[in-house]
């Protein structure tokens, strides 16, 4: 994408002006996006997007500019603007940048070597296949994307990577419609890979079960308010997890003192049931990068050993400062954007107990098929997630479906409340994590558990 | 990259999309958008500046339509060989489309732009250590307001962005438009435990940010809700926060966009002439306020804004309707195409939505209320809330109203109803209009019988 040469003079132009650290980061991303709505393709995108980003450090001071040319020029005037940007450090000089890591790309096959006929096909079975699971879907729109991003990333510590990063992604969202008004079902797949992604699924049992949400939230009564336990369906509940401490767990919130988790490493910070990893090189997963967005390899990191809190998320400029490695977790959305602490692929080790006896054992409750998204304030570790799939639990049996609505509960004393864990495991839906204006894919995963109180924000009484 | 001055050249935008669609075939129509934009962030963390981000960016979209079928391309460059490329992928992308008699571009409907000052030279010229200056001295304030208070983020931010549209049907605009904006993130420690606030103000030039209001609002709202409790379950009236119902509008604006009307996804849908909202209620977008933090001359395919009003003394007018939706709809649009920018294509939504305000401040509407809660702020609005199905359950901070006075303030406990039953609900509307960085502005208003899920 760009020479070696080049990349050496920009980092040392950005150096020249005593600056501690500087990075080139470059991609050159190919999409195509289709969607489905209303009976239609409604369009077909092919998008371009190709940039760099150059960051620099002085002292605690970073300075950022990005340009969508990567030609040598405009790369050494970003390069000017964000030196002038960051001012003054120490002064550091360049290490010489080692030789490029070798690429990995999953892809197998490649999507845009698939013609654009197949993937507008792969839509219209999943229209047909929503539509004819029950007279009550009045609507269905479905979404087709992929991409493939070649990315280079080089710093002044003599990192030199290059990667090629392709991923697919498939949605399908329903409306039913019946005498208590519409509801909606919704159902994903995406994976870090190629086209043969479509191999492993089929987009129409997709559009079946997005249906059949839609369909069998028509009969839901009323969701309960107030406290009680909630039981959560293996795969869909690792958003809890992200959520309740995988934010509060990033090394950013940690040094500002903005975390619950601040000065807990050694402590029971969860029920000893639990084991917490992110693990950025997990197969085909929608988290997984080979390496991460500052040239770092991707790696297994343990998290909540035994509910033991064993280490936090490090970025590259969190680790400088506390002099250690990188734990592989610095992301950014593109070239326009400063890499930060993010998770990849979080998730819950397995437990012993057996996913039907979870539910017998408990008397009254929540049952939560699938959630949503969520979010929290890690300064409070207060956090909500929303319950797109649930059913009552009635003494010890899964019972009627339940209509839409958040969960709330504290990261830290949820985390206590877990008290009973499965041995089942499934990792869930792609998702996006949005953090400061940037989202990036992660995966997330779990068994099925129970938490013993958690507030269901419901209207019945 | 094209050389991007601050401010840019509104002119070669405009050259450039009328050099793509003088090249739309007989059987074509053709839409150029073409953007450049850049913004500038600064973040400060005790005293120094913790990142100084300069960016600009740039970028085309064409969308192609031939006999009801199509097709769209986007690249992040204007680079000549590039928007060759588009307009080739875009034509690609046709054949793959269905038919569909109502697709079609803008046409001119002769309502006249209403003028607007969107561009402040000042901003441009803001020099870097002034905006610097601003940040820091945003947290000096933040700090001093409250011995307990420390920063999480202190930040300035502004952006500018210029674009042109022009399509084979005769659309032909250009827009030019600056602002800017600070926001402060304060933590409150006492003990063991920290609550966090947040405050903001925006303006479009310099002078018009009020450091002062956005250090006091994060100070206030963190300090308050030191030692908060969660509150008993049960069914109360609610007071909404500015900011919240801001929020709470701009959901209600999501279930009157056209398109979701027209494919079957509104809950309003054959509603007009219904009374959906309390009496009293008038909700409008109109872009052409200048005191707007969304306020635009055209929408995102081209045409004038205009004042709209969608809901009138709580019954419904219209909806908020694009070329498309209106085709579809049989109805005329309303300037309401929106569109994220070149990337994508313009959709139907409502752009600077307001209440008519009431007569009451915040203070005379809790007074109002007996058995409450004042709800300072919302989250898992994006989880929680189901604009199809209308079910509404939200996460909560905030503090109890007693005998209409504020008490203790709360926190983890939801809030749910139906966005059908809060509309009809509404008991008052503040006078305390707030333009926020939104597509809605934000005002006090009561809310009866909503269910709070605590202990």
Request: glycine content about 32%.
């Given at each position: 994408m760009i020479d070696t040469d080049v990349v050496e003079r920009v980092l040392a132009s950005a150096l020249a002006h005593g600056a501690d650290f500087a990075e080139i980061y470059a991609e050159d991303k190919r999409s195509t996006s289709a969607g489905y709505d209303d009976g239609r393709v409604e369009q077909l995108t092919s998008g371009r997007d190709r940039g760099a980003g150059i960051r620099v450090i002085a002292g605690e001071r970073t300075g950022f500019a990005h340009t969508a040319d990567l030609t040598a020029d405009a790369l050494l005037h970003a390069a000017g603007v964000a030196a002038a940007a960051a001012g003054k450090g120490s002064g550091a000089r360049a290490t010489a940048l080692g030789p490029p890591s070798a690429s990995s790309d999953r892809a197998v096959v490649i999507p845009d070597g698939i013609g654009k006929d197949r993937k507008v096909a792969l839509l219209a079975r999943a229209d047909e296949a929503a539509r004819a699971a029950g007279s009550e879907i009045v609507q269905v729109s479905a979404g087709y994307g992929d991409s493939r991003k070649h990315v280079l990333v080089a710093n002044t510590d003599g990192v030199l990577a290059t990667d090629t990063q392709t991923r697919v992604l498939f949605r399908v969202s329903t409306v039913a419609s019946g005498d208590s008004g519409m509801q909606t079902g919704y159902e994903s797949f995406g994976r870090t890979g190629g086209f043969e992604a479509f191999d492993q699924v089929d987009v129409a049992d997709m559009a079946a079960t997005a249906a059949q949400r839609a369909i069998t939230k028509l009969g839901a009564r009323p969701t309960p308010s107030g406290s009680m336990p909630v039981v959560i369906a293996k795969g869909t509940g690792g958003v809890l997890f992200h959520e309740a401490c995988g934010h509060g767990l990033e090394a950013d919130h940690i040094a500002k003192g903005a975390s619950v988790y601040a000065g807990k490493v050694g402590e029971l910070v969860a029920s000893p049931l639990v084991t917490l990893v992110d693990d950025g090189t997990m197969g085909d997963e929608w988290g997984t990068l080979a390496i991460d967005d500052e040239g770092n390899p991707t790696r297994r990191n343990v998290l909540i050993k035994d509910g033991v809190l064993t280490d936090y998320m490090w970025d590259l400029l969190r680790a400088r400062k506390d002099a250690r490695r990188s734990s592989g977790n610095g992301r950014r959305q593109s070239y326009r954007h400063l890499p930060m602490v993010r998770m990849t692929n979080t998730f819950v080790l397995a437990g012993n107990d057996d996913p039907d006896d979870i539910i017998a054992t408990t008397a009254n409750g929540v049952y939560v098929k699938m959630l949503g998204g969520g979010s929290v304030n890690t300064a409070t570790g207060d956090f909500v997630f929303g319950m797109t799939e649930a059913y009552l639990i009635e003494n010890g049996r899964i019972t009627e479906p339940l209509r839409e609505g958040n969960l709330i509960g504290n990261g830290p004393q949820v985390l206590r409340d877990i008290d009973m864990l499965g041995d089942d495991f499934a990792m869930g839906s792609p998702g996006t994590c949005g953090k400061d204006g940037q989202g990036v894919p992660v995966g997330t995963g779990q068994p099925t558990l129970r938490v013993a109180a958690l507030t269901v924000g419901g209207t019945a009484a | 990259m094209t050389d991007v001055r601050a401010g840019g050249d509104a002119d070669h935008l405009a050259s450039l999309a009328s050099s793509v669609i003088s090249r739309a075939r007989p059987d074509e129509q053709v839409e150029a958008y073409v953007a450049q934009g850049g913004e500038t962030e600064v973040r400060v963390y005790k005293g120094d500046v913790e990142h100084f981000v300069s960016a600009q960016s740039e970028g085309i979209g064409i969308r192609v339509i031939v006999d009801g079928r199509t097709g769209f391309a986007y690249a992040g460059t204007l680079a000549a060989d590039a928007i060759e490329e588009v307009l080739a992928e875009a034509r690609d992308n046709v054949a793959y489309g269905t038919v569909d008699d109502h697709a079609a571009l803008a046409m001119?409907?002769?309502?006249a732009v209403t003028p607007q000052s969107l561009w402040s030279d000042d901003l441009a010229e803001l020099a870097t250590e002034d905006k610097i200056e601003l940040a820091k001295e945003l947290e000096r304030l933040t700090v001093a307001g409250d011995p307990r208070i420390r920063i999480d983020d202190a930040n300035y931010a502004d952006g500018w962005s210029i674009t042109a549209t022009a399509t084979s049907t005769g659309v032909d605009t250009t827009s030019r438009e600056n602002g800017c904006y600070v926001t402060v993130s304060a933590l409150a420690d006492e003990g063991d435990e920290t609550q966090s606030g947040y405050g903001y103000s925006v303006g479009r030039r310099p002078d018009e940010i009020d450091l002062d209001k956005a250090a006091t609002l994060a100070v206030e709202r963190a300090t308050r809700l030191l030692g908060a409790t969660k509150p008993p379950s049960g069914r109360v009236d609610i007071v909404l926060d500015p900011m919240v119902t801001a929020s709470f509008l701009s959901l209600i604006g999501g279930t009157l966009s056209g398109e979701a009307v027209v494919k079957g996804r509104s809950l309003f849908r054959e509603r007009i002439g219904d009374q959906i909202a309390a009496p009293g209620m008038t909700l409008v977008d109109d872009p052409t306020n200048p005191e707007a933090y969304t306020a635009s001359e055209t929408d995102g395919e081209g045409l004038a804004t205009r004042r709209n009003v969608l809901i009138a003394d709580g019954t419904l007018q219209q909806f908020c309707h694009s070329t498309y939706s209106a085709r579809r709809a049989g109805a005329t649009p309303?300037?309401?195409?929106?569109?994220?920018?070149?990337?994508g294509t313009p959709g139907a939504g409502a752009i600077a939505l307001s209440l008519v305000?009431?007569?009451?401040?915040q203070e005379a509407l809790i007074a109002m209320v007996d058995d409450g809660v004042l709800i300072q702020s919302v989250t898992g609005l994006h989880s929680g809330v189901n604009p199809v199905s209308g079910d509404f359950s939200a996460g909560a901070s905030g503090l109890l109203v007693k005998g209409g006075t504020l008490a203790g303030p709360v926190r983890e406990f939801t809030i749910a109803s139906t966005l059908q039953r809060m509309l009809l609900d509404v008991a008052a509307i503040g006078s305390d209009i707030d333009w926020l960085p939104s597509n809605a502005a934000g005002m006090s208003l009561v809310i009866r019988d909503v269910t709070v899920s605590g202990t």
């Open positions: - | 001119p409907d002769g309502v309303t300037g309401n195409g929106v569109r994220g920018g070149f990337a305000p009431g007569h009451l401040d």
